[in-house]
């Protein structure tokens, strides 16, 4: 008996950043040629052209799907086998800009206001209730689908799913990446892999052209497994891909005590300080630190941490947009979106989590972002949601058990997911007394006057966007 053809269901599909390359990934597949895809937008004039997109893809590629769309999901998640969601409410460059500057007006300098810091929780606060809202509508319409969250912060909004819904989460984010990138920076001599001058992993869009060519080379040559939380992960293992050689040493030896001191510099601190070398990045890990906002020591400059360019941003999504209407209107050939690193398009694995959930393929995910199940990292919290690679079947979604952290990491990281608790908790419900607990116990904010004017200005400046905390609907709980 065949298999059955899944269902797909993209939610946030008319976005330029997310739809185009999810699109061509998924449409790419041979194995799931003659599914079932249904594209979802609030964005109507978005979603039509990422429709007229797909049809010329699913016509070029010999894709075989039914594609469907609607900007009501409900019209077409009945019966979904997975549904994909990648949104974001308010205009996303804006109201990152505003996460960062409304802290800022009260003394808090953050080093990158998306997952860590008091803008945070405004992220978490409005994109909470309809990320819990999807999961709702696909316990009535498809209670057995898989539910791909790929939006920030991803901790706590698949924490949110997990502990409000029965829908089976996963959490999908490629930070881990980053890790491969450094390493291959400084054991580049290895595999002879070209490495552009004053090279770093900036998590910016305009230096994608610069980091994607090395991260894909490190793909080549080494094995990391790594644990923690997304974001804020730490290398456990790292080898040589051809010869199983184990690299930490050598690894260890360089970065710490050879290799350019200007090279991500805060990661190496927390290297040589706790003996695990974290994966993200500065621009990332920076945001669950409680030394990154001092402003008398001013460390943005010591350790040159990056804010995201919220004009690169704009930029990308500009050419993104460019390329999917010259597509669309016939002047390049859709082909061209056979190579999405032509264009620093970096995506999931998602066609490859499908196809192994479809056809038992025992698929090997670096990055899964699932819940502890009770202890695959045993001294996190048993609930949490926390990355760790694993193994993708018909079974479903098995992570690797770890051992446990060692101690002062698993602190790091016990800090950020009780935290991260309380802020669901009080997105969740609108409650004000939980959010200023929340951002009290925020490791960038040092005043409880401090906290309390930060919260009163995130409710103000986001209020349209926060109605849970103003009474105007009662949520989840």
């Not at 290398?235 to 001191?261: A, C, M």
């Not at 390049?332 to 995506?347: P, W, Y």
Request: net charge negative.
């Amino acid at each position: 008996m065949a298999v059955k053809l899944p269902k797909i269901v993209m939610i946030g599909a008319g976005s330029a950043i997310f739809g185009l390359g999810a699109l061509a990934r998924i449409m790419g597949s041979s194995r799931l040629r003659g599914s079932e895809l249904a594209l979802v937008d609030t964005n109507e004039e978005g979603l039509r052209t990422m429709v007229a997109l797909a049809n010329k893809m699913n016509q070029a590629w010999d894709a075989g799907m039914t594609i469907t769309s609607s900007t009501e999901r409900t019209e077409v998640m009945a019966g979904a086998d997975f549904v994909i969601v990648s949104i974001q409410v308010g205009q996303r460059e804006k109201v990152w800009e505003m996460d960062w500057q409304i802290p800022l007006r009260h003394g808090v300098r953050q080093p990158y206001a998306e997952n860590g810091g008091p803008g945070a929780f405004s992220h978490t606060a409005r994109n909470l209730p309809p990320i819990v809202e999807i999961a709702r509508d696909m316990e009535r319409l498809c209670p057995n689908a898989w539910y791909f969250n790929l939006t920030n912060p991803l901790i706590r909004l698949s924490y949110a799913v997990h502990r409000y819904t029965n829908v089976k989460v996963l959490g999908l984010c490629h930070q881990l990446l980053w890790g491969y990138a450094m390493a291959a920076a400084i054991l580049a001599d290895r595999w002879d892999i070209p490495i552009p001058e004053h090279f770093h992993v900036h998590t910016d869009a305009d230096n994608m052209p610069n980091f994607i060519p090395v991260a894909m080379a490190a793909l080549e040559h080494l094995d990391i497994k790594a644990a923690g939380i997304n974001h804020f992960s730490w290398v456990y293992d790292i080898r040589d891909k051809h010869t199983g050689e184990d690299l930490y040493p050598l690894l260890r030896e360089r970065w710490l005590h050879s290799y350019r001191k200007d090279f991500e510099p805060l990661s190496r601190e927390i290297f040589q300080i706790f003996g695990m070398m974290p994966t993200a990045g500065d621009s990332h890990m920076c945001e669950y630190l409680n030394v990154v906002s001092d402003p008398i020591t001013k460390p943005w400059d010591k350790y040159e941490l990056k804010l995201q360019s919220w004009e690169g941003n704009r930029r990308r999504r500009a050419a993104r947009w460019e390329l999917a209407h010259a597509i669309v209107d016939g002047k390049m050939d859709v082909n061209e979106l056979k190579n999405l690193r032509r264009f620093s398009i970096l995506e999931e694995p998602v066609p490859e989590i499908i196809e192994a959930l479809v056809y038992n393929d025992n698929y090997y995910a670096h990055q899964l972002n699932i819940p502890n199940n009770g202890g695959l990292i045993p001294n996190l919290p048993a609930d949490a949601i926390i990355e760790v690679p694993g193994v993708i079947s018909g079974m479903g979604i098995q992570g690797l058990n770890f051992p446990a952290l060692p101690e002062g990491i698993a602190e790091l990281c016990r800090r950020e997911l009780n935290r991260s608790k309380i802020v669901v908790e009080a997105a969740a419900t609108g409650d004000r007394d939980l959010a200023l607990q929340a951002l009290f116990l925020d490791p960038m904010v040092t005043d409880i006057d401090q906290a309390r004017a930060i919260l009163d200005d995130i409710l103000k400046d986001f209020a349209e966007y926060l109605p849970q905390f103003h009474r105007d609907k009662e949520f989840v709980v």
